[in-house]
């Protein structure tokens, strides 16, 4: 499959502030997520494939074609920006309205495209209220909805889920799948494992201006399966039942919390772990208050990638 | 059906006209402007007031058009006005973070500037001479059948206008660069225009007011409210139009040339 977008060696600093560093990707159509904690070079990179910023080295091409100073591309590009910043004097409708103007659609067009992708975004009762008096949910949608009005090819979304509600960020994440039904070109960053999990397989992980990995999110999860998963146990009888798996070799390391009231456990076979938890708490009658695990999560994930 | 574009993308005009009619709708919709706009029925109320007290002593009434309302326009409107604007062409969109609407869209960011420039100026210009219309046309009202009262009010607009054009360029320009340019901008405003307007000699020429007032229609004054005749030593109305145009285009190619090579980062 052919590259849409292309980065080599593609690096951005902040006067002494690494941004991003020699970044080579190559991204195809379908929905890219780009995982990484704040801070990480998410931001980074989308600016510079939008041309907002220009890189220190390296180039950054849409369909072949250099994007720093080459605003013609941008009828290409949708973009979802991350901050939650809007011209507030006006209404819903006239800020898409006026976006699209920009793209010199006739006024009936105009209508048409703003009228669509309100009714997209489920905005359109309230697309005569003033964005001032939008709640946060709806602000994420509209601008979700000026990113996508002129139907580009390649959409851009930076964090687009923060601040929605489990529904409204169900929704936007049918609706994003939905677009790279349509043929799209998706990047869409999160700091949060399971809302890029949601929307695709495809990641690129990105820690310090740096890319981790990059590929297939199952894969990288194996190649984490080499490290012991940490499990957290808070029940009635910690003492008891680490006496239970004394015995258990899968157990590399058993430890207890704060208090003796938890009991956490380092093992390489977590499923395996939890069908003789099962045993082990109906037998001896322990009361188990939480399970948890302190290391599956996205900071975890690249604590191991970058050997913390 | 697709935008209306040749196969390289929309030529500078078009582009412009896209950002002029998106501002020039935003920049109406605002708090701002409709305070700015009251501040300009100001002087109609002084107008109307003046008429009243003064009512039939014409020469006082034409007198203080003159020396009081002008001296407010000349020297403080359309400077508050122009830093304001001026100032939030680049401003608003980073402080307000909406810079990323612009300049991800199909537009050259020079048709961006100046077609925010041109949307505001005319947004001003719309504010000054509606005011300047009503307070000149109430003070003057006993002279409606003389056609030499309509050149001198256009004179008055063309000069007040060029102010506009000059003063925002200006502090547009000090908007792409400083992050609190409008300090600056009231330091250059009232401190030195308002200073330096009144030295003899050549040196009121370095502030932007003395090509305004050398605009002005004149007439003999030496009253003691004659402020914006006091001390002026006129430059010949073409030259003023000149140095007003010139200035204006100067500062506004810096200003292209800042934000279309500048990178704005947004504060968290």
Redesign the interface.
């Known amino acids: 499959m052919t590259a849409v977008i292309e980065t080599k060696n593609l690096s951005k600093w ?1 006067g002494n502030v690494l941004g991003l560093s020699d970044v080579s990707l190559e991204i195809e159509s379908g929905i890219t997520g780009l995982l990484g904690p704040n801070g990480a070079g998410k931001s980074t990179f989308m ?1 510079l494939v ?5 890189p220190n080295i390296g180039r950054v091409s849409v369909g072949g074609r250099d994007v720093w ?1 080459n ?5 290409r ?1 949708g ?1 979802c ?1 991350e ?1 939650d ?3 507030e ?2 209404t819903g409708w ?1 800020f898409l309205t ?2 699209l ?6 006024p009936q ?1 105009i209508t048409e495209r703003a009228v669509r992708a309100l009714d997209i975004v489920e905005l359109s009762k309230d697309k005569d209220r003033k964005i001032r008096s939008y709640s946060r949910g709806m602000r994420q949608r509209v601008k979700f909805a ?1 990113a996508v009005a002129h139907d580009p090819e390649i959409i851009i979304l930076d964090e687009p889920l923060s601040g929605l509600d489990p529904l409204g960020k169900r929704r936007l994440i049918r609706l994003i799948r939905d677009f790279q039904s349509a043929g799209k070109t998706i990047i869409v960053s999160s700091h949060v494992l399971p809302e890029i999990e949601a929307m695709t397989s495809r990641v690129i992980m990105i820690h310090q201006g740096k890319i981790l990995a990059q590929g297939d999110i199952h894969s990288i999860r194996d190649l984490i399966e080499t490290y012991p998963h940490m499990i957290s146990i808070r029940c009635s009888d910690a003492r008891a039942l680490a006496a239970r798996f004394v015995p258990d070799k899968s157990i590399l390391k058993m430890s207890f919390g704060p208090e003796g009231r938890s009991l956490v456990v380092e093992t390489h076979q977590r499923d395996a772990f939890f069908s003789r938890l099962q045993t082990a708490v109906v037998e001896g009658g322990i009361e188990v208050e939480e399970i948890s695990s302190p290391d599956d999560n996205l900071q975890a994930v690249f604590d191991y990638l970058v050997g913390k | ?1 697709k ?3 040749s196969a ?3 030529s500078f005009w ?1 582009s412009f006209r ?2 002029f ?2 501002f020039f ?2 920049g109406g ?3 701002r402007s409709r305070v700015f706009f009251l501040l300009g029925l100001i002087p109609v109320a002084i107008a109307v007031m003046v008429r009243i007290v003064l009512a039939g002593r014409t020469g006082d009434v034409v007198a203080v058009f003159n020396e009081i309302l002008m001296v407010f326009f000349v020297t403080f409107d359309i400077v508050i006005l122009s830093l304001f604007y001026g100032t939030s062409i680049v401003a608003e969109e980073t402080e ?14 020079t048709a961006i500037f100046l077609g925010k420039y041109a949307a505001y100026v005319t947004l001003m210009f719309i504010m000054v001479s509606t005011s300047l219309f009503l307070s000149f046309f109430i003070m003057n009202g006993h002279r409606f059948r003389d056609p030499a009262l309509y050149l001198t009010f256009l004179r008055y607009a063309g000069a007040l206008g060029l102010g506009i054009l000059a003063y925002t360029a200006f502090f547009a320009f000090l908007g792409t660069f400083l992050k609190r340019a409008i300090l600056v901008g009231l330091m250059f405003g009232f401190g030195w225009e308002n200073i330096i307007q009144y030295f003899p000699g050549s040196t009121q020429k370095f502030s932007l007011v003395h090509y305004m007032k050398s605009l002005m229609p004149r007439r003999p004054s030496g009253g003691p409210l004659s402020m914006l005749l006091f001390r002026l030593e006129p430059t010949e109305p073409a030259v003023a139009v000149l140095t007003l145009v010139v200035i204006a285009a100067a500062f506004l190619a810096l200003a292209c040339w800042l934000f ?1 090579t500048k ?1 704005y ?2 504060e968290e």
Not at chain 1, 101 to 106: A, D
Request: charged share 20%; hydrophobic share 35%; net charge positive.
């Open positions: 902040y600016k939008t041309g907002q910023m220009k100073n605003f013609h591309l941008f009828r590009v973009f920006p901050q910043a809007f011209y004097d006006v006239e006026g976006l103007g920009l793209y010199g659609f006739p067009e000026q | 059906m935008p209306k574009a390289g993308g929309p078009t896209r950002v009619a998106f709708f935003l919709r605002t708090g307000g973070r909406t810079l990323p609407y612009l300049i991800t869209r199909p537009l050259s960011k279309r990178e980062l947004f």
